[in-house]
């Protein structure tokens, strides 16, 4: 399977978990079915989850005691672009129409002859399954983080999402060609963390600051 298609199948999963994340909200319930998440994903706009994908690639990156952890989702999203709103993966953003289970016409929504498991499948079959895990990881520690959640919900300002995002990576990749961010560096990427990490926690789900 060529690069891109891996791109896309990845980026799909991440969509799918970020949904899930919304139906468990709305439905404040462990058992979330098919039709919850169809529900759930129409909620959200292309910024909304481009945003969530750039946090679930930084966190993917984020080691022990401040070390960046090799290797991570920007093995495959190498493409992200300084747009006004945030980052942007650009090759997703182009061709987010050509993920296998979920397509992108004015809302998202899940294909009708495709599932879950199609996807998963489609992702081990390709060797994959190291990835996986590292989006159900980062995505459970951005949900999770001692009372400092990102506010991820589709029901929240995105311009909170906005403003966390505008970090290190953003501001360096205003001089750069393309305004493409640097995300294949350890200096830069920890930087970047520790900038997020400052940002979060003026952000917690229920918006008080941190003590």
């Known amino acids: 399977m ?3 298609t891996q791109k896309l199948a990845l980026s799909n999963y991440i969509i799918d978990k970020w949904a899930e994340m919304q139906a468990r909200k709305d439905q404040s319930s462990d ?7 169809k529900i759930a994903i129409q909620k959200f706009s292309t910024t909304h989850f481009m945003k969530l994908l750039y946090f679930t690639c930084l966190e993917s990156a984020r ?24 980052p942007v993966e650009q090759t997703i953003y182009d061709h ?10 004015e809302k998202f929504q899940y294909k009708l002859d495709k599932t879950e498991q199609d ?14 895990k590292m989006i159900d990881d980062s995505i459970t520690a951005l949900t999770n983080d001692n009372g400092k959640s990102i506010p991820f919900a589709a029901d929240d300002d995105i311009e909170k999402l906005v403003w966390i995002s505008h970090g290190e990576l953003w501001n360096i990749a205003q001089f750069a060609e393309g305004k493409k961010l640097i995300v294949d560096e350890d200096y830069f990427l920890k930087k970047e963390l520790e900038e997020f990490d400052k940002r979060k926690k003026y952000l917690m789900i229920n918006y008080k600051p941190a003590i």
Not at 63 to 86: C, H, M, Q, V
Not at 119 to 132: M, N, W
């Open 96 to 105: 987010k129409e050509q993920m296998p289970t979920i397509s992108k016409n």
């Open 119 to 132: 996807l998963v499948d489609y992702i081990i079959k390709d060797g994959l399954i190291d990835y996986k």
């Open 31 to 37: 058992v979330i079915s098919m039709e919850d998440k």
């Open 2 to 4: 060529c690069q891109l």
């Open 63 to 86: 080691g022990e005691n401040g070390t960046i952890k090799s290797p991570n989702l920007f093995k495959y999203f190498n493409d992200f672009r300084a747009y006004g709103n945030g």
